[in-house]
């Protein structure tokens, strides 16, 4: 072990391999056997919910929910790679294995497993609140720190791991995870597809009209433009009110959300929605005939809508994450215009097969483009040229 590994202290230990491709890995062969398995003998899962502790409980539900969860995971070690880069780039190597003597609270400090300054130090510099002290022992600890030579100022009033506590992930995620979910909605709201017109809505105002199905999700759902641009709103507001990089966040928020679609998008296989045109190619999936749509009841064979897209995003995950081990080469924010580039992509080739998409109508007129192909196209396009722009300005001499 090299002398610098030798320093390190044990919160930054990085681990051989990250936990969470093992999980990754299990989780894809699961829904691959699962998927084998209704191609062999056509079994479907059942939409219908099952209970737990009396409330009822939908596997889509799970799916997603699981995928979110996941992407959020991902996130924290991506920031957390940060955090410990940061940390051991300011911090000397000397400093970190001192051991805590005389320090205020030393004893609260212990029990907690904080031995020496360099763990003190990284906590305090990502949250004196994680140290479990009362306002007083934090006073009168931060006076002490203050106090000592080895001590850096900046440490103590803006510490430059700060901005990438990992921590920050599961704070932020709540309000991303609302606000996603009203644009989500909104999304739909303003571009119901046409199948529900069984429900009475043919256009939004229809909606509005009848607000209580406004909040019935499981009529319509969710549009995931409306849910990017409300998480994106979500991350502009938290990290304007922690002080943190947007666009450095941005880039590390896309990788879990390309996971997240990956896993998440078998929920729509759980529901038996959101398939493709009839087909008879061999991986075609079996629908239901109660979840058909009408002009389409007579065929009982579809594309997997669904799975196109899974498979894309993982594309785009392993994509991302091969940007991310090179980002010292990107600029800030490149990694968010490519995640969006690449959904765009793919929404765009799979609308050529998708049903029930809602089409641009001007002036009374349908046109033969889905509004999601508009919106991939326009922001493809949008993205492509802030790349570019961006370049040319970065090396303009």
């Avoid at 398995?37 to 799916?63: D, E, Q, R």
């Avoid at 991902?74 to 955090?83: D, E, G, K, N, Y």
């Avoid at 749509?293 to 785009?316: I, K, M, R, V």
């Amino acid at each position: 072990m090299s002398e610098s590994s030798a320093n390190e202290i044990k919160l930054l230990r990085r681990p051989s391999v990250e936990l969470y491709w093992i999980l990754i890995g299990v989780w894809a062969i699961a829904l691959a056997v699962l998927f084998i398995a209704h191609l062999w003998v056509g079994y479907m899962p059942k939409p219908s919910p099952f209970s737990i502790l009396g409330l009822p409980v939908y596997w889509y539900g799970i799916i997603i929910v699981s995928g979110m969860a996941l992407g959020a995971w991902i996130v924290s070690r991506l920031a957390w790679q940060r955090w410990r880069v940061a940390f051991l780039t300011a911090v000397p190597p000397h400093i970190h294995t001192l051991p805590l003597t005389n320090f205020p609270g030393q004893t609260k400090l212990a029990r907690q497993n904080i031995h020496t300054l360099g763990e003190l130090l990284l906590l305090w510099g990502s949250d004196p609140r994680s140290l479990g002290l009362i306002d007083a022992e934090r006073r009168e600890l931060q006076t002490f720190l203050a106090e000592q030579p080895e001590i850096d100022p900046t440490w103590l009033a803006d510490a430059p791991w700060r901005k990438w506590n990992p921590d920050l992930v599961w704070n932020g995620i709540i309000i991303c995870l609302i606000l996603g979910l009203i644009g989500a909605r909104l999304y739909h709201v303003m571009t119901p597809s046409p199948s529900m017109a069984a429900l009475g809505i043919e256009s939004p105002s229809d909606y509005f009209r009848n607000p209580q199905l406004l909040f019935n999700l499981r009529n319509g759902g969710l549009g995931i433009y409306g849910g990017l641009a409300g998480g994106a709103l979500g991350l502009l507001y938290f990290t304007w009110r922690k002080r943190l990089p947007l666009l450095p966040w941005a880039d590390m928020a896309v990788v879990g959300v390309a996971i997240g679609q990956a896993f998440g998008r078998w929920g729509n296989f759980m529901n038996q929605e959101l398939y493709g045109r009839p087909t008879s190619l061999p991986w075609a999936i079996t629908i239901d005939p109660v979840h058909r749509l009408p002009a389409f009841a007579d065929f009982g064979y579809f594309h997997p809508a669904f799975l196109y897209e899974s498979l894309w995003n993982f594309f785009t995950f392993g994509l991302l994450m091969w940007l991310w081990r090179r980002r010292e080469k990107l600029l800030m924010g490149e990694m968010t215009a490519v995640y969006l580039i690449m959904y765009a992509i793919g929404r765009t080739l799979l609308e050529t097969v998708r049903l029930d998409s809602r089409v641009v109508t001007l002036g009374g007129v349908d046109l033969p483009v889905a509004w999601a192909t508009l919106v991939s196209l326009l922001l493809a396009l949008t993205m492509v040229v802030a790349i570019v722009v961006r370049r040319w300005r970065y090396t303009e001499p």
